[in-house]
Nanobody
């Protein structure tokens, strides 16, 4: 089994920063792709950023230059540093993991990020 546990959401003013964390545990030896997605009310879930086990990153255009995805392989944890937050970044953020030895998608429980003055 695989477990993904997120932390770090909250309420922040526009222009502020937050860091999200996602810790993976269980049968994770084949972890190769880690990501963050978000879903705002009334909208579809969308990709925010991904990072491979080799460190290659990918970002949605809407967050480029403001968000940074990183990972700590020793801790089986990846992060999303969010700077210069905007009200339109308000959403539930989910981490996702892909494993080459396992089928299916693996998601965290979601954490609320609210950007408001």
């Amino acid at each position: 089994q695989v477990q993904l546990v997120e932390s770090g959401g909250g309420l922040v003013q526009p222009g502020g920063s937050l860091r999200l964390s996602c810790a993976a545990s269980g049968n994770i030896f084949s972890l190769y792709l880690m990501g963050w997605y978000r879903q705002a009310p009334g909208k579809q879930r969308e990709l925010v950023a991904t990072i491979t086990s080799g460190g290659t990153t990918n970002y949605a255009d809407s967050v480029k230059g403001r968000f940074t995805i990183s990972r700590d392989s020793a801790k089986n944890t990846w992060y999303l540093q969010m700077n210069s937050l905007k009200p339109e970044d308000t959403a539930v953020y989910y981490c996702k993991a892909d494993f080459w030895a396992l089928g299916g998608d693996y998601w965290g429980q979601g954490t609320q990020v609210t950007v408001s003055s």
